[in-house]
């Protein structure tokens, strides 16, 4: 059976792929502000509200690592300010934002995206090595 491509199909067809990119395009943007949130909590030494942006199992390993109460833990941390945000790639519910000065790898969870990993920096030929991270 033989198929027509109407100019309505093609409409469509159209709109969906569009949808599509902005949908990914709407991703990257949060999670670059998640990522800029992170870096203003960082710089203002906020244990509490870092400790809010990270992934659960993430906190669970800062806690675990330090000994200590997340908010203690996370600003014992050697982690570099990471300033302006150079790109943001997504693919499905993670994402990698890089930085000036540092690298970060989030996760979205149903109350937005939260920091996986951070203090990360490439590694030729070999995964990240991140100075927070979970387990």
Not at 63 to 70: A, L, Y
Not at 97 to 115: I, N, Q, Y
């Given at each position: 059976m033989r198929r027509i491509i109407t100019p309505l199909t093609m409409l469509c067809a159209l709109g969906l792929a569009l949808t599509g990119c902005?949908?990914?395009?709407?991703?990257?943007?949060?999670?670059?502000?998640?990522?800029?949130?992170?870096?203003?909590?960082?710089?203002?030494?906020d244990g509490t509200g870092l400790c809010a942006a990270l992934a659960p199992d993430t906190r669970s390993e800062v806690?675990?690592?330090?000994?200590?109460?997340?908010a203690e833990a996370i600003t014992a941390q050697d982690l570099p300010e990471g300033g302006d945000v150079r790109s943001a790639e997504v693919y499905g519910r993670q994402a990698r934002?890089?930085?000036?000065?540092?690298?970060?790898?989030?996760?979205?969870?149903?109350?937005?995206?939260?920091?996986v990993a951070a203090g990360c920096t490439p590694r030729p030929e070999r995964p990240y090595d991140c100075v927070v991270e979970g387990g």
């Open positions: 902005l949908g990914e395009g709407e991703r990257a943007a949060g999670a670059s502000a998640a990522a800029t949130a992170f870096e203003e909590l960082l710089r203002s030494e806690e675990q690592s330090e000994q200590k109460v997340c934002v890089v930085l000036e000065g540092d690298t970060l790898f989030l996760s979205r969870f149903p109350d937005g995206w939260k920091v």
